[in-house]
């Protein structure tokens, strides 16, 4: 049944969760400038920021749908903060920009990481609920 209580719900949630992925990425640039200048270190070419991003949120998702929470809290919790701060389209954009980058191995493997581990994480996810 439509609600837009619910819609309320996932569109708050949403922005929580987009501002959240959007701190992660910051922070991430942060240390990887930090360490470039204090080590000396590049920093890596694999995704990792969104790698740790998709793969804990599709951890959360698995408990949370999983669980007896009511439809609001799904709503807001699932479709919302996990589904703004979880991004499959940040994920396709990196695959691509590896494989122009003549990183064909890194974008497959990379690709496949984020897929056979968010599929794992999700289940143990609701194993644990």
């Known amino acids: 049944m439509f609600s837009w209580i619910l819609v309320a719900l996932a569109g ?53 749908m999983s669980g007896g929470l009511s439809t609001g809290i799904k709503v807001l919790v699932g479709a919302g903060v996990l589904g703004g701060f979880t991004t499959f389209s940040t994920m396709a954009n990196e695959i691509v920009l590896l494989a122009h980058d003549q990183r064909l191995k890194l974008a497959v493997w990379y690709g496949l990481l984020s897929l056979i581990c968010g599929v794992l994480v999700a289940v143990i996810g609701v194993k644990l609920n």
């Open 12 to 64: 708050g949630g949403a922005a929580i969760g987009a501002t959240g992925r959007y701190l992660v990425m910051q922070l991430s640039q942060l240390i990887s400038h930090w360490r470039l200048e204090h080590s000396g270190r590049v920093p890596s070419r694999f995704p990792w920021p969104t790698f740790i991003i998709n793969v804990s949120g599709s951890f959360m998702l698995g408990w949370v």
